[in-house]
């Protein structure tokens, strides 16, 4: 069965300081992995997705994933942590029609 | 260009009842998909439609059903409701276009719905 793993339901940062968010996808998933932030009683708002060609991927608001096949994951990461990146964080797979989805992982960002 | 549109964006009713729930995609996309989200089971896939039939089907009982019109516009169908039917249901939106895959789903704001 298709199955995407995000590690660590809640992560906490200090405001400037690293973020990484982890992902890992079954191999069953076709390789197409988005991650996507969700705020309070709002949608989904996609951050980047990753397709085919470079691995390393650049979305919106600094934060950037690298698609590793040989872990079967695809890690966020943001440099330096903002307030306002305070959120829910799902990391997804699939096909453009069905999407398969992690568990999410809240981000709490503390001055 | 308007994003997706979800109406109503919060519902309240009771066990038994059903409720219609309506979608209108980006213009020009031709998919919608339907996803449940709840605190329990994360995020499901429900169905997809695309030129008016149903593409995919996740797994839900038979009293969740859906269907799209010519305008691409979705609405979503749940009879007999029960309390773990409480959720926000969320509809996406993409192309469609034939034999891409990995084209990108935008999803609208959502529906709140209470079952007491």
């Known amino acids: 069965a298709q199955s995407v793993t995000q590690l660590g339901s809640h992560v906490s940062v200090s405001e400037g300081a690293l973020v990484l968010l982890r992902c890992n996808y079954s191999?069953?998933?076709?390789?197409?992995l988005f991650w996507y932030v969700q705020y309070p009683n709002q949608g989904l708002q996609l951050l980047l997705k990753?397709?085919?060609?470079?691995?390393l991927v650049k979305g919106i608001n600094g934060f950037e994933a690298e698609f590793k096949k040989s872990e079967t994951s695809f890690h966020l990461t943001k440099p330096s942590a903002h307030m306002s990146d305070a959120a829910e964080y799902f990391c997804?797979?699939?096909?453009?029609?069905?999407?398969?989805f992690g568990t999410g992982t809240r981000l709490q960002v503390t001055l | 260009k308007a994003g997706v549109t979800q109406t109503p964006r919060y519902l309240i009713k009771t066990r038994g009842q059903q409720v219609t729930l309506s979608c209108s995609p980006i213009?020009?996309?031709?998919?919608v998909s339907w996803y449940q989200q709840t605190p329990g089971q994360g995020l499901q896939f429900l169905f997809e439609?695309?030129?008016?039939?149903?593409?995919n089907k996740g797994n839900f009982p038979g009293r969740f059903s859906g269907r799209q019109f010519s305008n691409s516009r979705s609405e979503m169908n749940v009879s007999t409701l029960e309390l773990g039917d409480s959720a926000l249901y969320l509809c996406?939106?993409?192309?469609?276009?034939?034999?891409?895959?990995?084209?990108?789903?935008?999803f609208g704001p959502g529906t709140r719905l209470l079952v007491l």
């Open positions: 996406a939106s993409s192309l469609g276009l034939a034999g891409v895959r990995q084209e990108t789903q935008y």
């Open positions: 191999s069953s998933v076709p390789p197409y």
């Open positions: 990753y397709t085919t060609g470079a691995t």
């Open positions: 997804a797979g699939g096909t453009a029609s069905k999407l398969t």
């Open positions: 213009s020009g996309h031709r998919s």
């Open positions: 439609y695309f030129s008016e039939t149903q593409r």
